[in-house]
């Protein structure tokens, strides 16, 4: 009987019962816990593609097909991604206000918690371009110098070299880069909207898109000095005082005639 309540009575005893229902709860947590997160997440992602899905039918469908398979009206959507949902909805290129070579921005009607629903219904079509995260496209620690070269060599053919914006053919145009959000310049070049062609990370780098991004904000910031008068899209002196010279001096030779015509007639009378 000593020896007994002796072993009921060492301090150890206790600590080792503690040990073990620690350790009792923190297997059945490691077992339970994860799976029930797990499945909470896959939950939450079914609700908002059924959300999307919803949004789509109303505001999509009618151009891209009942499941995205595209129609005479409307491409494929297939495979297209959640990164272009973003930049076209988040845009208000789409939904398109009427057929045309070239659909323009305007305001747009979603909010972004809508537009993340209609993005995660057009991934679960098919893998494409995922919406960037901040870090992706943020400019800062950037290269601007190296974003110009970049910009020059690949961009400036349609947009003009500081991002102003060009004419294409047959009704098409590159549009200004102006107050175009980071994000979504990010997302343009990732996916090649309309006319545009993609730059995937093997084609430009997630840095080179980085250093663009911040040459853009350069080159357009309020900062920024403008050595090119009236602009004529930032092309400079030389051709603004071109076309000075030549509807100005039109202009002058214009008036020398209607001066002269007018005094001839003076003097006739």
């Known amino acids: 009987m000593k020896k007994l309540s002796a072993r009921r009575r060492h301090p150890l005893a206790a600590l080792v019962v503690l040990l073990l229902a620690l350790a009792c709860t923190g297997g059945l947590y490691a077992a339970f ?3 029930s997160k797990a499945q909470a997440d896959e939950t939450a992602q079914s609700l908002t593609i059924e959300e ?3 949004l789509y039918t109303v505001g999509c469908a009618s151009c891209h097909g009942t499941g995205g398979q595209g129609t005479s009206d409307g491409p494929s959507l297939v495979g297209v991604g959640a990164a272009a949902v973003d930049f076209q909805v988040g845009t208000g290129r789409m939904p398109a206000q009427q057929p045309g070579a070239q659909v323009p921005d305007k305001p747009n009607i979603y909010s972004q918690a809508q537009i993340d629903q209609l993005a995660a219904y057009i991934a679960s079509l098919g893998a494409g371009p995922a919406i960037p995260t901040e870090e992706q496209y943020s400019p800062e620690g950037a290269d601007i110098a190296k ?3 970049l910009f020059r060599t690949n961009c400036a053919q349609c947009h003009n070299f500081t991002g102003k914006g060009g004419a294409l053919t047959h009704g098409k145009y590159a549009p200004s880069l102006e107050d175009v959000s980071p994000r979504h310049i990010y997302e343009a070049m990732q996916t090649g909207p309309q006319n545009m062609p993609s730059f995937p990370d093997t084609t430009l780098t997630e840095q080179n898109k980085k250093d663009i991004i911040a040459y853009l904000n350069a ?3 309020e900062e920024s000095a403008s050595y090119g008068g009236l602009e004529l899209g930032g092309i400079g002196p030389v051709a603004e005082g ?3 010279w030549i509807f100005g001096l039109g202009t002058l030779v214009a008036v020398a005639v209607w001066v002269a ?4 007639k003076a003097k006739k009378s």
């Open 52 to 54: 999307g899905k919803k």
């Open 261 to 264: 015509a007018r005094t001839a």
């Open 147 to 149: 974003g110009g070269d």
């Open 242 to 244: 071109l076309f000075g």
């Open 219 to 221: 080159v357009n910031g």
């Open 33 to 35: 816990a994860p799976a």
